[in-house]
């Protein structure tokens, strides 16, 4: 069964500079859910990342409500946010983030070190979630020894190893060649699958396959419909 874990009430964001202002996402009302992978879609600069930003409690919108498993938390102070965030959400990057002087492993334990797990237990859970995407021989590995499938790969268990409810992507397969892409795409859905909402923010159309659920974005505006495929090549 899904379950809504996310929903934006009449949410926009607005930046302001001097008397000029700049609608970065017009008025939306939408929700996730989990068991689903969810797409975001939408040319350079229409509006999503603003979008997966809001949705991930990393900015707060102009206007509107936010809640996150039915609490309202769009007023929450930045701090009680990033704790949220470190709890209950996990993070995937394009261009993956990863501590370059750390190992795969050490580099997946981060998140757990942050709440305070001890080490012995962060290295565990680490290690589980380096199997879950199929890297266990690669757990001794600095990033500059891995390929970028094998970094995206360790970014999604970092992401996953504090169990959160949601796991949030930004272009996480822009940097990726197609066969890696496909990869990648198929641990995401997997992860669905096993009961999270999996957000993924992309301007590739050929992700659509991989989709439960896709949101375009075009101009700040949230839709159900593309309005024209050439804006994404």
């Known amino acids: 069964m899904s379950e809504e874990i996310v929903r934006l009430e009449s949410v926009n964001k607005i930046y302001k500079t001097g008397d000029t202002s700049i609608t970065a996402l017009a008025e939306t009302t939408i929700g996730f859910e989990s068991n689903k992978l969810t797409l975001i879609m939408g040319p350079s600069g229409s509006g999503k990342t603003t979008l997966l930003s809001i949705v991930g409690c990393v900015i707060y919108p102009s206007h509107g409500k936010v809640f996150y498993k039915d609490k309202e938390v769009t007023k929450l102070s930045e701090n009680k946010l990033a704790d949220l965030r470190l709890h209950d959400i996990g993070f995937v990057f394009q261009q993956f ?8 492993l050490e580099n997946v334990m981060q998140p757990l070190l942050l709440q305070s797990v ?39 268990a970092r992401a996953l190893v504090t169990n959160p409810t949601m796991i949030l992507c930004d272009e996480p397969t822009a940097s990726l060649d197609a066969k890696s892409a496909a990869i990648i795409m198929e641990e995401l859905k997997d992860l669905a699958r096993e009961g999270k909402a999996v957000i993924i923010v992309t301007h590739d159309l050929r992700l659509r396959k991989f989709a439960d659920k896709i949101i375009y974005v075009e101009e700040g505006k949230v839709s ?3 309005q024209n495929e050439e804006d994404y090549k």
Not at 97 to 104: F, K, M, S, V
Not at 128 to 156: F, M, T, W, Y
Request: hydrophobic share 35%; aromatic share 0%; glycine share 4%.
């Open 97 to 104: 983030n990863l501590l370059e002087p750390l190992t795969a």
């Open 224 to 226: 159900n419909s593309i």
């Open 118 to 156: 001890s080490k012995k237990e962060a290295k565990e859970k680490a290690l589980k979630a380096l199997e879950a995407v199929n890297l266990s021989d690669r757990i001794h590995n600095l990033p500059k020894k891995l390929s970028g499938g094998q970094k995206q790969r360790v970014s999604i």
